[in-house]
């Protein structure tokens, strides 16, 4: 499984971001498909890991136990 390198303030403007882009995107009347990159951020905000903060060993999870 992979380790959670999300804090909770991030996971939450990822999930706002995310969800906001894709409401957009159902909404509006000739939205951009760049609108459904929105899924990346939900996803990595709902799942609480980021395999980009994994490269670049970014961690704004404050929990000292991870793995969970």
Avoid: H, Q
């Avoid at 609480?48 to 000292?64: A, E």
Wanted: charged share 20%.
């Amino acid at each position: 499984m992979l380790k959670k390198n999300e804090g909770t303030i991030d996971r939450a403007l990822r999930v706002i971001v995310g969800a906001g882009l894709l409401i957009a995107w159902f909404v509006m009347e000739d939205a951009s498909p760049w609108l459904l990159i929105g899924i990346v951020p939900l996803a990595t905000g709902l799942l609480g890991t980021c395999p980009i903060y994994s490269i670049l060993g970014i961690n704004t999870c404050p929990l000292k136990d991870r793995d969970s």
